[in-house]
């Protein structure tokens, strides 16, 4: 189904989807309900990270397991044993803008890290690109983004019944670069990342309609937008 313009609104500090129905999972009991026995995987930057931070804080059945590694930028990886529940979250391939620390013996890009995934009914991929290509020439995230759709089209193949969602990116607080990392570059990539996942059969977190809605102007959005953004993804998984 094509996104409809704008994607929904924000009532009562909850986002109302224009597209469907949302049911409110994100409780803890709906959430744990909906997870059991689900494998997560999550692709992208920090602002997918922020995922993770979430569910360690609200679900406390989930464990952060050490996976190692050097700094926030390493593999995050929540579980619960007895329910049999795995959150990970891996940061994407060049490039990557930080002035943090972090190890690259475990870099992938994306679209490898989608080929590894097996794939099957109780297994979803959640991936995002945007924030860390703003400075660069439009064609490399273009380029990087159909190579992630060409590995979602395979991942489908071989494995239909996988949930795949995109989050798109969103907005952000006007910095003094706002000409490398202004939002006038966020809104290209978010229309052409919607133009090229547009026949592809992935459910869409319209991240940065959120944020325009919730007016937060940061790159890293308050808990309850993050909330917001996982309760849709629950209503896709479950």
Known sequence: MDSPFPSGFVLENEWRSA?????RLSTLNGTINCLTGKLIYLMGDSTLRQWIYYFQKFVT????????????FGIHVLM?????IK????????????????????DEYVTREIDKVAGDKRTAVVFT???????????IFIRRAINVRRAIRRLLLRSPDTKVILKTENTREM????????????????LAMMDIF?????????AWDMTVAFGTNNVHPPEHVIGNQINMFLNYIC
């Open 175 to 190: 910095l003094a670069e706002s000409e490398r990392f202004g939002d006038f570059h966020g809104y290209m990539q978010y």
């Open 80 to 84: 619960d044993v007895g329910k049999h």
């Open 129 to 139: 690109l945007g924030q860390h290509f703003r400075p660069f020439p439009i064609n």
């Open 198 to 206: 547009r026949d592809v059969p992935v459910g869409v977190i319209d």
């Open 19 to 23: 597209l469907c129905r949302l049911s």
């Open 61 to 72: 059945t989930l464990k952060l397991f050490d996976h190692h590694g050097i700094g926030v």
């Open 87 to 106: 959150i990970q979250w891996k940061k994407h391939g060049e490039p990557f803008v930080t002035q943090k620390l972090y190890e690259v013996k475990d």
